[in-house]
């Protein structure tokens, strides 16, 4: 009797054990799974290795093993939620709410955000990642189709208001002479967390050119702005790291920017971004972001997440004939088509400009000078100005010429 209820003792451990075994391994599988909202949803990303996180699509994201979230806490008292978060730093606010940037030490990663994902008062949560490494610039140096338009446009010779224009991309060239006279109100890199902007290698050009096609001088001499006395504010955005996106549009709402350029793509967007970007949007000083479509020649609301915003105006680019250029991303995403083929400043000069990055470019210039010039709702007034066309009729072949005039003796014509 006693042997079997020695070897009963013991069958009875087994199974204890092996079902604490298998609660254990079960705890540690739902540790390498992260359920977060994105502009299109709730995803899974699952860990890869110590660096990716995959999706169900094999899809690979970098991440930094940080957090954001979404809260009313304090500093102090989320530094408490978990004895491994490091640091604490605010990012951005929507309205009384404020974005952290947590960092757990790497090794407690998924502990720390399983604990923050459970707390009350975490109400959003996702982990810090780049859906591809460096931001999916829209432009290019081809020839494409050629050019704009501003004989009808509303614009005037004196602007009666200064207008702050953000330009968050790559590398900028300020030491350019189309840019003596320019205001430059403000330089950050979110990246670096640093005040300066400036090229950092020969690839790093492509913020030089859009901030010619918007606010180079009026002269008669090289290429013309459309919005010259602009003042910029450059934000220099190299990665797509979730927390330097929004960054970037919170120091844009912070200087107060009347028009936000964004010449580039997404593939992913995060939902606490989204909401930082719908914020911004929603500013008292009604800023008007600006985003290019893109040039996969796709639907740009599957492959860019970022024209799905219901508060960014969408650029796609035609060709001379009035179609959607061969490039471009079009759909119901898309909510104005402009030529794509312009002339601009580059790191050694000038360059010819193409690709949805310099439609994104000339409809920011011209909403940029509109508003300089008193029109308070320059979105309704777009379609006055010649070859700039609202999506639902791009297709009607209604351009005969394209014509660009900026300014006073500076004229290209092609037929």
Not at 71 to 82: G, K, M, N, R, Y
Not at 392 to 399: L, P, S, Y
Request: proline share 4%; charged share 20%; aromatic share 8%.
């Amino acid at each position: 009797m006693l042997k079997y209820l020695n070897w009963h003792i013991v069958f009875s451990c087994l199974i204890i054990v092996v079902c604490l075994f298998a609660r254990d391994v079960s705890a540690q599988a739902s540790l390498d799974k992260l359920q977060f909202k994105s502009s299109k949803g709730s995803v899974v990303f699952a860990k890869h290795d110590s660096n990716f996180l995959i999706d169900d699509a094999g899809k690979m994201y970098a991440f930094n093993k940080k957090i954001i979230i979404l809260s009313l806490l304090s500093v102090d008292e989320i530094s408490q939620l978990h004895d491994e978060i490091k640091q604490v730093q605010v990012i951005a606010n929507i309205e009384s709410e404020l974005v952290y940037w947590v960092t757990p030490r790497p090794e407690y990663f998924f502990d720390v955000y399983l604990a923050l994902s459970k707390h009350q008062d975490v109400l959003e949560i996702e982990p810090d990642i780049a859906p591809v490494t460096k931001l999916v610039t829209s432009g290019t140096s081809r020839q494409t189709s050629s050019v704009l338009v501003s004989q009808n446009a509303p614009l005037c010779d004196k602007p009666e208001n200064t207008v702050r224009v953000a330009i968050i991309d790559d590398g900028f060239d300020f030491t350019h002479p189309e840019f003596d006279d320019l205001t430059v109100l403000f330089e950050y890199d979110p990246d670096e967390k640093t005040l300066a902007t400036s090229a950092k290698n020969p690839t790093d050009y492509h913020g030089t050119r859009v901030v010619g096609v918007i606010a180079a001088k009026q002269d008669n001499i090289g290429v013309e702005g459309f919005a010259p006395t602009s003042e910029i504010i450059a934000i220099r955005q190299v990665s797509t790291w979730s927390s330097s996106i929004i960054l970037a549009f919170q120091v844009a709402k912070l200087m107060k920017a009347d028009v936000i350029n964004c010449s580039w793509v997404l593939p992913l967007l995060s939902g606490i971004t989204s909401l930082v970007i719908e914020n911004v949007a929603s500013a008292s000083n009604a800023p008007i972001i600006v985003v290019s479509a893109g040039n996969s020649g796709k639907k740009a609301c599957e492959v860019n997440h970022l024209s799905a915003l219901s508060s960014v105006v969408v650029i796609g680019a035609i060709n001379k004939n009035g179609n959607v250029a061969e490039f471009s991303n079009y759909g119901q995403c898309v909510d104005y088509y402009a030529p794509s083929s312009i002339a601009s400043t580059s790191l050694n000069g000038y360059v010819n400009f193409g690709g949805t990055s310099s439609s994104a470019a000339i409809v920011s210039g011209v909403v940029a000078q509109l508003k300089a010039c008193g029109v308070e709702y320059p979105l309704t007034k777009l379609t006055m100005v010649e070859n700039i066309l609202p999506a639902h009729v791009v297709n009607k072949n209604n351009i005969k010429s394209v014509t660009l005039i900026r300014s006073k003796g500076s004229e290209i014509n092609e037929h």
